[in-house]
C-alpha cells in the first residue's frame, strides 16, 4: 500500500457546505476543503488503446472535486510524485473549476496510481487512490483445427489455449459450420469450465462434427468484442448399442480448488463437472464444523444443470465446507468437499464526521474499522501521514480516534482515515473548522400535520460554535423524558402522539454568543384502521378469488386503498383478471397456480397508512408424474414404478396406474385406481398372450393430473384361456328354435392364438341325451341359433373358451334353457267384481287358465282397465305376478266415473286372448293436485295468489283450501290456514295477507270434494323486504247490490296490476259529482273488494282505487257511477278510462239531435210526393240501372244503422237482490261465479268490457241494458 493512497468521502458534508455557505449576507464562512466526487476505492479505470485501423481509443476520466471556502485549488499526483498533467498537450485536460483530469487520447504510459488532493487555506483534503490501466485483448495462436476421436457413450474433454488479455478474458465454446456461421452451445451433457475446457460428460453419435466444427471463443466485456481460436473436430466411433443403453459410473473431470477465498459482499462459485451415463445428478450440501448447514436459499443459484453452486453477497456466515456428490444409478455415488474461507476488504463501522467548534472546545474524530484479516489504521494530516505533520501538544493521537484539546484557530484543517490490508482500503477525509459564532435556526419548525398513535418529528436545525444548546418548549414549559426526545440535530421527536399533543411548539437555541427562537405548530388527526382485513384464501384453479379490505380514517382525510402482490403494486390495466370492485374488494378471475402468494392491502391517506395481508393459495391438479425404471413384464406381472413431479399446493391423495394393450391401442384401462399417495412402486396382474404399456396418473382434491409419458411396450407370453364366456343362456326367438347366448370375451382374455368358442346343448327332458357341439371362431359373436326345435322344452347348455394351446382350465358352468315360446290359447272366464272398497280400489276374481294353454314361461295375469272416456285401445295395464291366486285387488281405478276391466295371462314372450270386459262405476274421490300455482309480492307482507284447478278433480269439486308456513333454510314453522277458506270452486284466485316481511313462506293450495281434501301442491315464495316502492297503476270492476233498506250500495273490486308492483292493500276515494273533495274509505288490508254505502240516491258518484305499497300510492282511473234508490241497474263494470261520450247528458243530447234530423226526413219525403209522382225509377230503368230497393223510403236509409241501438232509460224496473253480499253468478258473459261471498278474487276479469247485461229475471220489455 502506498503511504499516500488515502480516500474518503461523508455523505453529510453537502449539507454542511450549504449551511456554511449561507450563514449570513454580510460574512462569509471559510472552511476546509471537502471531496465531493472522487475516484472509487478498490476498484480499477481501464481504458483503450487503438491497435488497429478499425479500433476506436476509449477516453476515460479520474473524477475529482472538492467544496471549501475560499475555493480550493488541485493538485494531482502520480505513482508518489507530483504529476504535472500540463506538459501533455491536449492529450490531458483538467475540467474547469475541478479537479477532474480527461484523458482525451489515452497512451500506454498512462498507466498507474493516481491521486487528487484539493487544498486551500484552511486545509487539504486527500482523495481516494485510484490504479489506471490498460485493457487489451490479444488474438489465439493461428491453428489448424484438430480431430479427437472418442467411442460413444465416453466422456471427454477438449482444451483451449485462450490469449492473453486484461481484464481476464471469458471463455466460451461455440459450433462453426463449414460456411462460417455461428451457434451457441446448450446441452446438460457439455459444460465449459472457468479454465476454457469444454467438457462432455458422454458422448453420443449426434455430437460428431461432419459438417461443423467445436470452436474456442474468447471475449473481453470491456472492449466489446470477441476472438475465435482453437476448433476441433470430434470423431465418434458409434457401438452397436445406443448411448442410451450404454451406462458409465460418474467419473470427475472438473472441480473447484480444495481450498477458496472469497471476498466478502462477492459471487461465490463452485465447480463440479462429472461425467457418466446416464448424465449424473448433482446435489450440494454445506458442513459447518462437520455438522450439517443450510445453504442460504434467497443467495443461492445453480447454474449449469446443477454443475455449479452460485452463492451471490457473500458474507462470513457462508465459510464452511461445500461437498457436491453426483450419482446417475450406476456404481456407486461420487463426491468432492471444497474448504471455502471469506475475507474482506476493510470497511467502516464507526466513521470520522465533521466538526464545527467553537475555540477552547474539544473536537473528538471516531474511526472503527474490520476486515478480515484485521486492517491497519493510519491517520492523515492535511494530505500526510499525521507522524509527518507539525507537532500540536493538544492532539491525542490513537489507533481508533484523534482528540484535539482546547481548540484555537490555528487547528483548523483536514484529517483522513485510512484502513486497509492485503485485499484493499477504505478511506474518509474530513474537517474540524474552529469558529465563533452566535446560535442562527437555518430550518425552523414548520406546521405538522400528523396521526395519533404515529412519531412525530419536529425538525429545527441550528448552526453556531461554539454548538448552540437546543431545548424545545409548549406552553411555557420545557420539554424532556418521557415521549418527548431532543435529536443531536435538535429535532423533536414525540413518541406514540395523541389528540392532546396538538399545538404550539417553540425551538430555542443559546450558546455564549446569544440565543434564538422559533416556533410551529402540531395538528393531530384521527389514524387510519381497517375494519375488514383481507383473510387467507384458497381456491382451485380457474375459479375467482376475492379478497376483502374496508378502512375508516379521518373525515378530514382522503382515504385510498391500494393492493399489493408480493409486495409489488398491483397494475390493473396490465392485469384484467385482477379487478378491484367498488367496495375496494380484490377479485382474481381465472386463477392459477402462478397467482399463488401474499396480497397486502393498504389503506392510506397524506399522513398515514397501515396494511394487512393475506396469502393466496390457488389449488391445481398434480403435475403429471415420471416413470423412473423401464416396465419389464413378467408371466403374469409387471412392477411400475414412478416419481411425483409437484402436487402444485393441493397434496397427493393417490395415483391410478393405466394400461392399454395392442388390442386396444387407443383405449386407456385403469389397472388400479388407488393407489396410496405414499407408494411409488406398484404390481400389477397381466394376462398372456399381449403387449402392454403403462402410465400414471395422479389425484388430489382438485382432480387428476395429466397421464404421464408412456412406458415402452412389454409382452406377455401366451397360455391356455384363464376363464369361460360369461352370461351363458338359452331361450328361443321363434316357437321353433334355440338361441344360445353368451358375453363375447375380449381379445385381453384369450389368451393366445386361434381362440374359438365351442358351444354344447342337449335335451334336459330326455333321459341319456348326447351332446350337441358347435364352434363359433368370431371372438366378437355371441350367440348360436339351433333351428327347428319343439316348442318351450327345456335344455342343458354350457360354452367353452379354447386357443391353440387348449381348452380353458376351468370348467364351464352348465345352465337350463328353454326353446321359443308361443301364444296362449286360452283366455280367462267369469271375470268379476268381488268388491268395489273405495273410488280407486276393487277386488276382481277370475278362473284360471290350464297350464298346457300357456305354451312358454308363466308370468302372471294382466288386468286391464279404461273408462268410458277413453278408447280400449288406451286401456292401462295391470300386472298380477305369478302367484296362481286368480284374484287381484286393484288399486287404480278412476274415480267418479265408469270404469270398464278385462283380464289375461301372458308368458315370457305374447299376451293371451283376454276375457270378456265387465264394467262398474266408481263413487266420487279426493281430488288430485292443482295443475299450477303462483305467489306474486303485493308489497311486503302478502301474496297474489293465482292457480289451476286440478286435472283429476276425481269428483265434483267444493273449493279451495290455503295453508302457509315460514320457512327458515332447512326448517318449517308451524303451517296456518288463510281464513276463510275458498268456497266456489270456479275461483282459481286469492289474496294472502298479514304476512312478515322479506319471510319466505312455504304455499300449498289443496282441492275439496265432498269426499274431503286432496292432494297437496306447495311453492316456496319470499315476500319482499319492507323497503317500499311506488304500485302499478290498478283498475276496478264495480256491482251494484241492494241493502235491507234499499238504500243505495255499490260493491268495489280491486284487480291488481301484476305486471308491477301490486301494492300491498287499497282504499277507494269518491265524492259526488261537481263536488271538489274527495272521501276516503278505510284501507282494507284483507279482502279484494269494499262496499260502498251511505249513498246519495240518483245521483252521480266519481270513484277511483287507490293502491298502497307504504308511503307509496297510487291511483286508478276515475270511473262515474250512478246510483238509484231501488238498485235498478246491476251489473258487473270495468272502465279502464273516463270518456265524454260516456257521459249521459252527451248521449241524451245526441239521441236528441238523431231524432230531430229523423223527424226533418220524414217531413221532406212528405213535401215532395205532394208534389206528383215523377217517374224516376223508369227513366233510371231506361238507362241500364236495375238495383233498385223494393221497399219504400230512400235506399240509404233501409238497412239498419251500424253498431247497436240505445234504448231509453225504461221507468218499469224490479226491485234488486235484498242482500248486502250478492253474489255475482247472474251477470257477465254466462260464466257464473265470478265473485263470491268470501271476498276472493273473480276467476276471469275479462268477462265484463263495457256492457251489463240485465239478470235472468228481468223479463220485463222495460229492463234494458245501460250503457255508462
Known sequence: MLETRLSGVGLVRAVLVLMLVAVSCEAVIKYPPMMTKQPPSNEELLFQVASRQDENDKPFIIECEAEGEPAPKYRWVKNGKEFDWQTYD????????????????????????????????????????????????????????????????????????????????????????????????????????PEGTLWFSNVTRFDESNDFTYACSATSTFRNEYKLGNRVYLRVYQSGSTAVQTKNEPEEQFKSRKNTSILKGKTLRLWCIFSG????????????????????????????????????????????????????????????????????????EKEPEVQNNAEGETAVFYCESAGKPPPRMDWIYNGMPVEKAPPNPRRLVERNKITIYNLTKADTGN????ASNDHGYVYKDVYVNVLALPPEIRVPPSDVRSVDGQQVNITCRVFGAPKPRITWMRDGLELTGGRFQVTPEGDLVIQDVSFTDAGDYVCSAENKFGQQEADGSLEVKERTRITDAPQDYEVAAGQTATFRCNAVTDSDLELSIEWLTDGKLIDFEQEPRFVQQSDFSLSITKTTELDSGVYTCVASTELDKITAEATLIVQDVPNPPQLLLPVICNDRDASVEWQPMGDNRAPILGYVIQYNTSFTPDTWENAFDSVPATSTQFNINLSPWANYTFRVIARNAIGPSQPSDHSEMCTTPYDVPYKNPDGVEGKG??????????????????????FKYRVYWKREDIENARWETYDVVDWQQDHKLVPDQPTFKPYRIKVEAHNDRGQAHVAAPEVIGWSGEDVPNEAPRNLTLLDLKDATTALLAWDPVSNESIRGHFLGYKIQTWTEHESEDKARDIIVENNN???????????????????????????????????????????????????????????????????????????????????????????SERDPPINDHTVTRAKLASLKPATKYRITVVARTAMGLGSTYYIERMTRSTEATPPGKPSFIWQHISTKTGAPAIKITWIPNTESNPGSHFFIKYRLYGESMFLETKPELYQDFIVLKGLEAEETYQVCLVAVDGVYSTESDVEEIDTHLTGVTSGVILRPTDSI????????????????????????????????????????????RTDFNE???????????????????????????ESDTDSMAEYGDGDTGRFTED?????????????????PEDKSPSAVATFV
Open 90 to 193: 491536449n492529450r490531458i485536460l483538467q475540467q474547469p473549476g475541478r479537479g477532474t483530469l480527461v484523458i482525451t487520447s489515452p497512451r500506454d504510459e498512462d498507466l498507474g496510481q493516481y491521486q487528487c488532493f484539493a487544498t486551500n487555506e484552511m486545509g487539504t483534503a486527500t482523495s481516494n487512490s485510484v490504479f489506471v490501466r490498460k485493457s487489451e485483448l490479444n488474438s489465439f495462436k493461428n491453428e489448424d483445427p484438430m480431430t479427437e476421436t472418442v467411442n460413444e457413450g465416453d466422456p471427454v474433454g477438449l482444451t483451449c489455449q485462450p490469449p492473453d488479455g486484461y481484464p481476464k478474458p471469458y471463455v466460451y465454446w461455440m459450433i462453426q459450420d463449414d460456411r462460417g456461421a455461428l451457434r451457441s452451445i446448450n446441452s446438460s451433457r457439455m459444460t465449459v469450465d
Open 733 to 754: 326367438s321363434t316357437p321353433n328354435d334355440l338361441v344360445i347366448k353368451w358375453s363375447s370375451m375380449p381379445e385381453i382374455e384369450h389368451n393366445g392364438p386361434g
Open 1141 to 1184: 261520450a260516456t257521459r249521459g247528458w252527451f248521449i241524451g243530447m245526441m239521441l236528441a239531435i238523431a231524432f230531430l234530423l229523423l223527424i226533418l226526413i220524414i217531413v221532406c219525403i212528405v213535401k215532395r210526393n205532394r208534389g206528383g209522382k215523377y217517374a224516376v225509377q223508369e227513366r233510371e230503368a231506361a238507362h241500364g
Open 415 to 418: 484529517y483522513g482515515c485510512n
Open 885 to 975: 291366486e286368480p284374484t287381484a285387488l286393484v288399486t287404480s281405478f278412476v274415480p267418479f266415473t265408469k270404469n270398464f276391466v278385462r283380464v289375461l295371462v301372458f308368458n315370457g314372450a305374447f299376451d293371451g286372448p283376454p276375457s270378456e270386459s265387465i264394467s262398474f262405476n266408481t263413487p266420487e274421490g279426493k281430488p288430485g293436485p292443482v295443475d299450477y300455482l303462483d305467489a306474486i309480492p303485493m308489497g311486503s307482507s302478502a301474496f297474489f295468489l293465482l292457480w289451476k284447478k286440478p286435472k283429476q278433480p276425481n269428483g265434483i269439486l267444493t273449493g279451495y283450501h290455503i295453508y302457509f308456513q315460514e320457512v327458515d333454510g332447512t326448517s318449517i314453522g308451524i303451517q
Open 277 to 348: 451415463t446416464p448424465l449424473p445428478e448433482m446435489r450440494w450440501t454445506k458442513r459447518n464444523n462437520s455438522q450439517p448447514a443450510k445453504l442460504p436459499q434467497d443467495r443461492v443459484d445453480y447454474e449449469n444443470y446443477g454443475k455449479t453452486l452460485v452463492i451471490r453477497y457473500v458474507d462470513f456466515e457462508d465459510e464452511g465446507s461445500y461437498e457436491c456428490e453426483a450419482s446417475n444409478g450406476v456404481g456407486v455415488a461420487k463426491s468432492y468437499s471444497m474448504n471455502v474461507k471469506v475475507q474482506a476488504i476493510p470497511y467502516f
Open 1191 to 1217: 221497399e219504400q223510403g230512400f235506399p240509404e236509409f233501409a238497412q239498419p244503422l251500424d253498431g247497436p241501438k240505445r234504448d231509453s232509460l225504461g221507468s218499469d224496473v224490479k226491485n234488486p237482490i
Open 1239 to 1255: 271476498g276472493s278474487f273473480i276467476g276471469q276479469y275479462g268477462g265484463a268490457t263495457g256492457k251489463r247485461k240485465p239478470a
